[in-house]
C-alpha cells in the first residue's frame, strides 16, 4: 500500500461501524463473535473489490501493526 490520503468517507464509515458494534454488545454478542464476522465481512468485501496482492499486503501490514503493538495502544485511547 501507499501513503494516500483516506477516503472522504472512511470517517463515516467508521462511525456506522461503532454503532454496529454498540449495537451487538447491546445484544450480548461476545466480543470475539463482533470481531470475528467483522473481520470475515471486511475480508469478504476486499475479495470482491481488490487484488489478492492488495489484500495481502493489508493483511501485512495488520500483522506489522501488531507486532509494533499498535493495537494495544488504541485500548487506551477507547479504541
Not at 2 to 10: A, R, V
Not at 15 to 28: F, H, L, P, S
Not at 31 to 47: F, K, N
Not at 55 to 73: D, F, M, P, T
Amino acid at each position: 500500500m501507499t501513503n494516500e490520503q483516506p477516503p472522504e468517507d472512511l470517517s463515516h464509515a467508521g462511525a456506522v461501524v461503532d454503532k454496529a458494534i454498540e449495537y451487538m454488545v447491546g445484544q450480548n454478542i461476545a466480543s470475539l463473535s463482533i470481531a470475528s464476522a467483522l473481520l470475515g465481512g471486511a475480508m469478504a468485501l476486499l475479495a470482491r473489490n481488490v487484488a489478492d496482492d492488495a489484500i495481502v499486503q493489508i493483511l501485512n501490514n495488520a500483522i506489522a501493526s501488531v507486532r509494533r503493538g499498535e493495537l494495544r495502544g488504541m485500548e487506551d485511547k477507547g479504541g
